[in-house]
């Protein structure tokens, strides 16, 4: 059973949230603080973090990017902030979704088990390691190499960069990404924009002139050799 851990400071929603959440047929734990979220997972870790954004004392971008510094548990945003800013913001800090408030309960537990099936995907043979230029995927390790040395990617940046690598030289675009990565028939495309920006700071030696990850104007991004 996918444990669940919500960091909500209103009482109200939080309760609302960890009752949809059971009744969905998690185990859930709640917390009215980011540093009390934060204190549960690393005593018990959860396997998908929601957090809002406007938390008292330390917010919810950093209580995003502490959790994400501590290990790469799928993070979903469920906040009422719904601007872009905000929205890219929570996204570059680390987290894999953005959920705006109300809730569509039955939406939100379809994005978990996405995100789980994310995590738990497995090979179904073996796949050679993948070769672009400096840069080797492993997938069967999970593993990601740039000039030798590894680099530590979050589940859904690992993903990102594997479908990219599927299809080496191929155009994908914003909504075949979308579909294939998060596993949405429909979303917000900055979700894919800001992770392949986050994946470029990883695996690029310029992020600003990428040599792997490469946009295609008003099409999408292609990994190429």
């Known amino acids: 059973m996918s444990a669940v851990l919500v960091i909500e400071d209103d009482d109200r929603i939080r309760l609302s949230l960890m009752l949809a959440m059971e009744d969905e047929g998690y185990t859930v734990r709640g917390a009215g603080t980011a540093e009390e979220g934060l204190r549960a997972h690393r005593a018990e870790p959860a396997d998908?973090?929601?957090v809002d954004l406007m938390l008292p004392g330390m917010d919810g971008f950093e209580a995003i990017r502490q959790l994400r510094r501590d290990d790469d548990v799928p993070i979903v945003v469920v906040s009422a902030r719904d601007d872009t800013h905000d929205i890219v913001a929570a996204l570059e800090a680390g987290a894999d979704d953005y959920v705006v408030k109300p809730v569509a309960v039955k939406e939100l537990s379809a994005r978990l088990r996405?995100?789980?099936r994310r995590s738990r995907t497995t090979l179904a043979e073996p796949v050679p390691a993948?070769?672009?230029g400096d840069l080797e995927i492993i997938p069967e390790a999970g593993e990601v190499r740039l000039a030798g040395d590894a680099v530590a990617l979050t589940r859904?940046?690992?993903r990102l960069l594997c479908e990219l690598a599927d299809h080496p030289g191929r155009v994908l675009s914003r909504q075949q990404l979308l579909?294939?990565?998060?596993e949405y028939d429909t979303g917000d495309e900055r979700i894919v924009d800001v992770h392949v920006g986050r994946l470029r700071h990883k695996i690029e030696h310029d992020p600003r002139t990428p040599r792997h990850v490469v946009t295609v104007r008003g099409l999408g991004y292609k990994l190429q050799r």
Do not use: G, M, N, Y
Request: glycine share 0%; charged share 25%.
């Open 156 to 158: 859904t940046e690992f």
């Open 130 to 132: 993948l070769r672009f």
């Open 114 to 116: 996405a995100l789980r």
């Open 48 to 50: 998908t973090v929601l």
């Open 179 to 182: 579909q294939r990565v998060w």
